[in-house]
Every structure is written in C-alpha cells, then in structure tokens.
C-alpha cells in the first residue's frame, strides 16, 4: 500500500533557529500533500495544502512566512519552521493521496515531534 | 463542513466487539464518511470509509443509517492493538485534489481491557 515517510521523527532544536521536515510519498506520485499540527492532548489541525508546483495554500490563522512549505516534486513535500519559539513545539503530521490509483483516502506520515528549546 | 459528533472515549474488552458511533445530522449527498484512527504518538491510519451502504474490509466495517444522519464503526475482535482515538469525518467529494483534506474532530478514545 501507499507509504508516506517523514523526517526527522523528532528534532529539539535551539529557539530562533530554523527547522525543515521532510515528507516524501514512497511509492506514488502527490501533486497535493497536507500539513497537520497536533499538540498534546488535542486533535489535527489542519496548516496548509501543498501543491506541487505551486504555492500551498495556508488555513486562516496559520503565518505563512513562519511556516514555508515546499513542493518542488511529486514525491516530496518540506515543511520549514523558521525562527522557532517555544510555543511551536507541537507534532507536524504530512498526508497525501495516491491519486494514480483513484483512492479516496489519505495516507499519513507517522509525524515528527519538534521541542523548541 | 459538515460536522460530527462523538463520544469523547469508549472502553472495551479484549476480543469482544466495539461499536463506535458518529452522528452527522447535517450530511450532505456528496459527503463521504471516512473513519481514520491514531495510536499513541503515530499519524493517523486509515480505516475505512463508505457513502450509502454498508462496507466491511479487513480491519472493520461500518454501518451507515437509512438516512444517512449517523453511522457505526463495528471492530469485530478488539485487541489492544485496536486502542487508539477513533476519528469519523465527512469528506465532500465535489471539487479538486483540496478537497481531500480532512477536518479532525476530537474523536473517541477507545480503551480496550484485556
């Protein structure tokens, strides 16, 4: 079946500085991948929608020169977290669809844990 | 988007069935419902999703009222495996690839005993 892989799963990093996760679909091709944030205790929320080619498109609420997200191929999305603080310490979750096979269902990521120092 | 409701946890006991409802009053005709569960510090997993009748595949099945307006996700066996938040969703399938996003609810937390 249908694999998304995410990188790093987890990253501590210093505050103000610059974190990138990676989203790569293994064996299908996603023109469109998603960016989810969790944070303890609470459901996904929904950050953006990644559009290969394009730029994504951000939820209200969600500073997308803070978040800059990255689609430069079919098979890989990059979320960037830039200047991180405290307060962006949460779970990045990425999904995407394989779309060849006319599934209408997403496959997602296993997440990867920021803590901001 | 049309909204769901659930239970905020369910328990159960190991290897018996759990039945897990959603009510959605205000589904549309183009809405799906989809059925996706997260274990503990991992992304979600799909489980299963369907429009009007009923479906099952390896991991469950799901029951879709005659009107649409509720439906049930039935884990036959429970293991612990199977503990996890259970999310229903409704997913219009008009539009282009943005549409596939999903909405995440709270969910229900399902314990399973052994």
């Known amino acids: 079946g249908a694999v998304v892989s995410q990188h790093p799963s987890r990253v501590i990093c210093k505050s103000g500085t610059s974190v990138k996760i990676e989203c790569r679909s293994l064996?299908?091709?996603?023109?469109?991948m998603f960016w989810y944030r969790q944070f303890p205790k609470q459901s996904l929320m929904l950050m953006a929608t990644?559009?290969?080619?394009?730029?994504?498109?951000?939820e209200q609420g969600v500073e997308k020169d803070k978040f800059l997200i990255n689609h430069a191929s079919l098979t890989l999305s990059t979320l960037t977290v830039t200047s991180a603080h405290p307060e962006d310490s949460s779970f990045y979750i990425c999904?995407?669809?394989?779309?060849?096979?006319?599934?209408?269902?997403?496959?997602f990521g296993a997440g990867s844990r920021l803590t901001v120092l | 988007d049309a909204k769901t409701t659930q239970p905020n946890s369910m328990e159960s006991n190991e290897e018996e069935p759990v039945h897990l409802p959603c009510n959605h009053s205000?589904?549309?005709?183009?809405?799906?419902i989809h059925w996706y569960r997260q274990l503990p510090s991992q992304g979600p997993e799909y489980v299963i999703h369907?429009?009007?009748s009923n479906v099952n595949n390896r991991m469950a099945s799901l029951a879709i009222a005659e009107d649409r307006k509720s439906s049930t996700l039935i884990l036959h066996r429970a293991t612990l495996r199977d503990a996890a938040v259970y999310y229903c969703?409704?997913?219009?399938?008009?539009?282009?690839?943005?549409?596939?996003?999903?909405?995440f609810g709270k969910g229900t937390l399902l314990t399973v005993n052994p």
């Open positions: 969703i409704l997913r219009d399938v008009t539009g282009g690839g943005s549409n596939y996003k999903l909405t």
């Open positions: 369907g429009l009007t």
């Open positions: 999904s995407a669809r394989e779309q060849a096979s006319g599934a209408n269902v997403l496959t």
């Open positions: 990644s559009n290969e080619g394009s730029k994504a498109t951000y």
């Open positions: 205000t589904i549309s005709g183009t809405d799906y």
């Open positions: 064996d299908f091709q996603a023109t469109t």
